[in-house]
């Protein structure tokens, strides 16, 4: 396939370092330096299915393409506030569209993973156009008493058209399970059977276990595609990595040996957006003109689970 119109959309409460240091023992001093971020949009009084709709809305014009064209709809989430009708039916009613659709959760890398969903489809012959919308509101998942944790994320949407095309040259997924290192519970409704213990867990992570993680699965995931189809980093023209941390990014970067101006970033104005990470700042890219037709671009994400994937492709 080929990605023919994108779009974001981002809360508009902006939250600074400093105010998390206002109700937080946290500081920009300490923040900036160990994760790149300066602040973050969180959600106040819109919906994520809002959001996603805008953001649907705004691929769907910048591909020139009307909604009951769709083939198919992919939404990735982890959380939001149906637990049913899934985001993606949402998204269809919201958008005009009258095709079926897939909710799929596989945390930060589902942009990845709806990519390849979307490739495997097309290559079977099922569909000609897919519209990927990645919506995500991390900050509910958290704890905003825990530090460790809270100061990381960013609520947004991303989204994508894609159409006929082989300009998506190689996807690599991978899942390797460690629940324990970032996680979070919720409770369910209880019936008069349920004899077990259960709790309410706001998301649980090991950063140090997950940055190395990141960085060896997307070094990994990005070096196998590389491998794979004979090429070298020096071909790829931008690297659009899930924007956890300024320092996993440069950690990768180097694994790779490759330049600052090819890894375009947004990390310090959105913090981490879970898969609308990637989506997001293929929009912006798009818009300010970043990318060019014909350019060699390699993403890769990586998140809980831990799963993580890699896509190369010519824009
Ligand atoms: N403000 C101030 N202090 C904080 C803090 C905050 N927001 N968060 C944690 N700390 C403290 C901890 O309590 C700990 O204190 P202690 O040593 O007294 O116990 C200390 O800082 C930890 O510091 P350090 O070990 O140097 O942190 P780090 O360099 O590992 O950085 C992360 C922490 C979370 C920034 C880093 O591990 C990371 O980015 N991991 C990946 C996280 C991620 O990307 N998750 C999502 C993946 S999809």
């Known amino acids: 396939m080929k990605i023919i119109g994108t779009g974001s959309v981002l809360p508009k409460q902006i939250v600074t370092n400093d105010m998390l240091s206002e109700f937080l023992d946290t500081s920009d001093a300490w923040i900036y330096p160990r994760t790149g971020i300066k ?99 991390p900050t509910r998942m958290t704890s905003w008493k825990d530090r460790n944790v809270c100061v990381l994320f960013g609520d947004g949407a991303g989204a994508a058209v894609l159409t006929a095309g082989d300009n998506i040259k190689g996807i690599k997924l991978s899942a390797a399970s460690s629940t324990e290192k970032l996680y979070q519970i919720r409770k369910l409704e209880p019936t008069p059977y349920i004899t077990k213990e259960e709790v309410d867990i706001p998301l649980q992570m090991k950063g140090q276990d997950v940055f190395k993680f990141a960085v060896k699965a997307s070094s990994g995931d990005i070096q196998y595609l590389l491998d794979k189809l004979g090429m070298t980093p020096d071909q790829v023209d931008k690297y ?8 996993i990014i440069n950690s990768i970067r180097e694994h790779l040996g490759q330049p600052e101006e090819k890894f375009p970033t947004n990390v310090e104005t959105h913090g981490n957006s ?32 831990f799963i993580s994937g890699a896509a190369i492709m010519e824009w």
Request: glycine share 8%; proline share 2%.
């Open 39 to 137: 602040h973050r949009h969180v959600i106040s009084d819109e919906k994520l299915e809002d959001m996603a709709i805008e953001a649907a809305k705004k691929a769907l014009d910048d591909a020139g393409m009307k909604a009951e064209d769709l083939d198919f709809i992919i939404c990735s989430n982890v959380v939001n506030e149906y637990i049913t009708p899934s985001l993606s039916c949402i998204i269809q009613g919201g958008t005009g569209a009258a095709c079926p659709c897939i909710d799929i959760n596989c945390a930060c890398a589902g942009f990845i993973y709806a990519l390849d969903f979307a490739e495997a489809q097309y290559r079977a012959g099922r569909v000609q156009n897919v519209l990927i919308v990645c919506a995500e509101e």
């Open 240 to 247: 659009l990595l899930h924007q956890a941390n300024i320092r």
């Open 274 to 305: 879970s898969s609308a990470s990637c989506p997001i700042l293929l929009d912006e890219c798009n818009r300010k003109g970043i990318l060019k037709r014909g350019d060699t671009l390699a993403l890769s994400a990586f998140g809980a689970g």
